[in-house]
């Protein structure tokens, strides 16, 4: 007997399982069924039941997307994330079948091919136990579709999910997990309709599938089945009748009962026409208490109401799906017209071979107009670095009580009522200038603060610990301390180690910098040619080209960076006798005026500005202060301490100066001069024979890349979806009129 639908003509109904079958359900908000139910109910559930065999070793790892329809034969086509799988023709085949395609979604590594049973060779080796035993997971999100056709099937889509567990061993909690999470997920979409099954003895309280539900915020949208209804008792009675009247748990869409006693739907409902008489046939077990809901019994109007909603909310949907498939229409012919056509023009070959002439001239500018003035940018920044990581000194030593650390550009003078509060330490300390720097990525300006170089600090020298180290290293007959030389090799190698870092910075930056230009050269240059191989290649042949250039300029500046730290060198006497000069008057000035503050010869408010942003007049009055003041102070103790400190920092100097300069000479000379002459040139020609005639190579340049191929392909075939899914909606639209929800 076919099942009777009243309220829409079918084809709303199957003009909506086109769509979903058309992949729309992406594009466009397609209304759904979703079927939930906890193990113990599992399959139980009408279209379920109607679909799958009802045999418990198909437990459900996987959600399953069923697609039902009419059809003289029966068959189902098995699809793995849109892959065939396997195609069956006989419904006792279908538990193997199902139990394969599982244990295949669950192995995502592997090809699927080798679990289709008769065919694939694990399927054919190793038992289903062991293989089921040995996947890679316990569970998968990935959807399996079964594509199911026969005799009596209405024209209806589902998504089935794994059946909900209320208790899982150690063993399966994870997988539960994963379970309750995709449940919730498919749950909490405001287009599904929810089926949820629960056999008629189980109290709500007991069912884990109606906490999710709760959870997941959709108990208006769930349709309530009671299932196993031939098993139905007179204690049963009160949930029943409670349940149907919607009193305390209830949900959106109310109850119905069914009783699934065979595989074959019409075979389903002759029986439950034995079962919900009402007082007929030896079969009725269903009380006169009931009678009452009798239009909520029976497969046939679970069917009819299930058709009956997801029509209503198509048809309340329908313009907006429309819309919305209109819009992935055009995108998609959008994105294609910019793809290139075919076929290539006779003059592409001249074109091309022209395009890649402007990339080697082009390449040759941009690297003293775009490339050198952010560069010189970044060159500043890293000789500033290496200035501004000289150590610094402090200059308390046990002979003075400390002195509190001030502001750089501040009085010295602090709030305190001792002298024993107080610290102090180098100028440099206290009035450290910002470097002026600039964004390599953007263009110059006056003053930045983005500097790549910013979080590399400077070390510290303490005279205390100089003086103890040139006293443990002294002989008891020696009239004046001295430092040992491989000491102070090593106190001046130690600071200049540090430049390990801010070198391999220089080095990353000075790349990103390179990689930006050939980026913008290359599109400058070969930006019609994007979609061919000709552009992918040469950007490979670019790229390439840069890294093994950088590698062969990154061995020589390590080479440069260990000349620096194998020992001290000082050639040029008085560049370093100049640095040491304003080294050591810096440092005793600031030691004389802490001395003369402790000894109370000035005043401990005196003001201490950086020697160089002091006027010649404050110059001359600080000058006067202290010749005259310090003869007053006996012999400073830390003096040998100072000397040395004034020779580390004297020589880091020189030594930063040396450093910065051959690093930025030896890139110039190197690096950039790569670009500059024929090297590039002799790279590309060698590959793409610029200067001479090949036209065969040239047919093969000028094919799409193998992406943009695969994007073509991609996007014309969901082009040919869209424009399917279009003409059914126009069809459906002109064929039925307007069917009001």
């Known amino acids: 007997m076919p099942i009777i639908y009243h309220e829409y003509p079918m084809e709303y109904i199957k003009t909506l399982r086109d769509l979903q079958a058309l992949g729309m359900s992406h ?76 244990v295949a979604n669950l192995n995502p590594g592997r090809n699927h091919e080798l679990f289709i049973p008769d065919e694939g060779s694990i399927a054919k080796e ?29 024209d209806l889509s589902f ?49 884990a599938s109606w906490d999710i539900i709760r959870e997941s915020g959709a108990i208006d949208r769930t349709i309530g089945v009671l299932t196993k209804a031939d098993q139905f008792s007179s204690q049963d009675i009160p949930a029943c009748l409670a349940m149907f009247r919607k009193e305390g748990q209830e949900v959106g869409h109310g109850f119905f009962a069914i009783s699934q006693q065979s595989k074959q739907l019409n075979e389903a409902i002759s029986w439950e026409e034995l079962l919900f008489p009402l007082g007929a046939g030896d079969l009725a077990a269903w009380p006169n208490e009931l009678a009452e809901f009798k239009r909520r019994c029976g497969a046939r109007a679970l069917l009819n109401y299930l058709l009956s909603q997801i029509g209503q909310a198509f048809v309340r949907r329908l313009p907006s799906i429309k819309t919305m498939v209109g819009a992935r229409l055009t995108s998609v012919q959008s994105d294609l017209a910019t793809l290139p056509g075919f076929p290539v023009d006779a003059n592409a070959e001249h074109d091309a071979k022209k395009s890649l002439v402007q990339v080697l001239q082009k390449m040759k500018t941009a690297i003293d107009t775009e490339f050198s003035p952010r560069w010189n940018t970044l060159n500043e920044q890293f000789r500033a670095c290496l200035f501004t990581m000289k150590p610094i000194c402090k ?81 008891p007959d020696m009239v004046q301390h001295a430092m040992p030389d491989e000491v102070l090799e090593t106190l001046c190698l130690d600071e200049i180690k540090k430049w390990k870092l801010p070198l391999e910075t220089y080095i990353s930056k000075t790349t990103e910098l390179l990689k930006k230009t050939a980026s913008a050269v290359l599109e400058a240059s070969l930006g019609e040619f994007r979609y061919r191989l000709l552009f992918s290649e040469c950007q490979e042949k670019l790229e390439k080209f840069i890294d093994k250039a950088i590698a062969f300029q990154r061995g020589r500046l390590n080479d440069l960076y260990n000349s620096e730290t194998y020992q001290l060198f000082i050639m040029n006497d008085d560049s370093f006798d100049r640095h040491k000069a304003q080294e050591m008057e810096q440092l005793h000035r600031m030691r004389n005026i802490l001395r003369l503050k402790v000894s109370a010869l000035i005043p401990r408010d005196t003001p201490i500005k950086k020697f160089g942003d002091m006027s010649e007049e404050e110059k001359t009055q600080e000058r006067k202060i202290l010749n005259k003041m310090i003869p007053k102070l006996p012999k400073d103790p830390f003096d040998d301490a100072i000397e040395v400190t004034g020779f580390v920092r004297g020589y880091y100097m020189l030594a930063a100066a040396r450093f910065g300069e ?20 002799s790279l590309l020609d060698d ?42 909606i126009n069809e459906l639209e002109s064929s039925s009129g307007n069917v009001e929800p």
């Open 27 to 102: 594009v466009a908000d397609l209304p759904e069924l979703v079927l939930v139910d906890d193990w113990s109910s599992s399959q139980s559930s009408l279209p379920s039941a109607s679909a799958l065999p009802q045999s418990a070793s198909v437990r459900k790892c996987c959600p399953f997307h069923i697609n039902l329809s009419d059809n003289a034969s029966w068959s189902c086509a098995i699809s793995l994330q849109r892959k065939p799988f396997k195609t069956i023709y006989n419904r006792s085949e279908m538990n193997e079948a199902l139990r394969w395609a599982q």
């Open 395 to 475: 200059l308390k030593g046990s002979d003075t009580p400390v002195i509190n650390t001030f502001n750089v550009n501040s009085d010295i003078a602090t709030p305190r009522s001792r002298l024993d509060n107080l610290t102090i330490w180098s100028e440099d300390t206290m009035s450290r200038p910002i470097e002026q720097d600039i964004p390599i990525d953007s263009t110059p300006q006056a003053s930045s603060t983005n500097s790549p170089f910013s979080n590399f600090g400077c070390g510290t020298i303490d005279i205390e610990k100089i003086r103890n180290e040139i006293i443990r290293h002294s002989r």
């Open 687 to 728: 590959h793409f024979n610029i200067f001479s005639s090949d036209p065969s190579l040239y047919i093969r340049l000028l094919e799409e890349d193998s992406n943009t191929s695969k994007r073509r392909i991609q996007l014309t075939a969901e082009l040919d979806k869209l424009v399917t899914a279009m003409r059914r």
């Open 126 to 154: 190793i038992p289903f136990d062991i293989a089921a035993r040995d996947t890679d997971a316990q569970f998968s999100p990935n959807v399996i579709t079964l594509d199911i056709k026969g005799p009596g099937l209405p």
């Open 159 to 207: 998504y089935d999910l794994p059946s909900v567990s209320t208790s899982a061993e150690k063993k399966d909690e994870q997988a539960a997990k994963a379970i309750k999470n995709l449940v919730m997920e498919y749950l909490e979409r405001e287009k599904a309709l929810i089926v949820w099954a629960l056999p008629i003895h189980v109290p709500f309280e007991n069912s």
């Open 662 to 681: 051959r690093v930025v000479m030896n890139v110039n000379s190197s690096l950039l001069r790569t670009f500059r002459e024929s090297e590039l040139q």
